[in-house]
């Protein structure tokens, strides 16, 4: 998305506005540009509105949000529009996230709550993973993380088997859902506890979250699925290990070599690939 121009965009958001009856009312900005996504800021007579162009490895997001919003209202902000073959998403202001709305880096106020509200929306979706397939949402069952590890394997050597012997294991437990694959303050509304930025988002084990992992709170969330059955310290360490496998998997779509914009990213992978390692032993 580095060199896509913003007016093709704009222009698109513009039309669906008008039909809307809402009309552009001072200057377009572009709010941030990556690999994967344009960020566009509208203001509007009916306040301000978001443009959001995905690159096609991404594009998923704009189908997955519509269908959040579908089978379970108010997991994200219902989109004023959208264009599916583009990638294209025109979405409402939802306010300050949960970051932004905790600063000094502590742990918002609400926390907990999101957690436990996302574990629900899971479990909610846990009957729709059909469904979810359609929107072209990645699937990624335990049984294919090793897909994933193939593509890094020159750096983490080895680990092959071990990779397929655990993940076959946590298969076993059954559980297959929706992940956002990059949950945090900043991809929550504060004022909805709506969930955003879905372009990572997989099909998998629910527990193949790096961030769940590392977050103080994580029992919150873990409670909410005691609730319905049996979470066993076996499949927690199984989940853990595993897990960086699957935040590595939107990496895959990013060019980071030497001199493109990918490049600042490559710490992030690498240091992935360093827990993935330590998980396994090696």
């Keep these: 998305m580095l060199h896509q121009p913003i007016l093709e965009l704009v ?13 552009v009312i001072g200057q ?9 996504s344009l960020l566009v800021r509208i203001p509007t007579s009916a306040g301000q509105v978001w443009a959001k162009s995905t690159a096609a490895a991404f594009a998923h997001e704009v189908r997955l949000v519509e269908t959040l919003d579908r089978l379970c209202p108010g997991s994200v902000l219902t989109p004023l529009a959208v264009h599916r073959g583009n990638g294209w998403l025109l979405s409402p202001d939802g306010g300050p996230s949960l970051e932004e709305a905790s600063p000094g880096g502590v742990v918002p106020s609400g926390w907990s709550g999101v957690l436990r509200w996302y574990a629900t929306l899971q479990q909610r979706l846990t009957d729709h993973v059909g469904e979810l397939r359609t929107t072209g949402t990645p699937y990624l069952p335990p049984s294919q993380l090793i897909s994933v590890y193939r ?16 993940a076959a294991e ?4 059954g559980r297959l859902t929706l992940e956002h694959n990059d949950l945090r303050p900043a991809h929550v509304f504060a004022s ?32 909410i699925w005691r609730r319905i059955g049996v979470v066993t310290s076996t499949e927690l360490v199984l989940a853990q290990r595993l897990s960086p496998l699957v935040a590595l998997r939107p990496w895959l779509a990013i060019d980071m070599a030497p001199g493109s914009y990918g490049e600042r990213f490559t710490t992030v992978v690498d240091g992935l690939l360093d827990q993935l390692r330590a998980g396994f032993g090696s």
């Design 28 to 36: 377009v900005e572009e709010a941030r540009r990556r690999d994967w």
């Design 170 to 173: 946590l298969e076993q437990y």
């Design 151 to 166: 593509h890094f394997e020159e750096r983490v050597p080895g680990l092959g088997p071990a990779i397929e012997a655990a």
């Design 192 to 223: 909805s506890t709506a969930f955003f930025d879905w372009g990572d988002a997989v099909l998998t084990h629910p527990f193949l979250s790096v961030r769940l992992f590392a977050d103080p709170l994580r029992e919150d969330y873990f409670d």
């Design 11 to 23: 222009d698109w958001a513009t039309a669906e506005l008008a039909q809307r009856g809402i009309r």
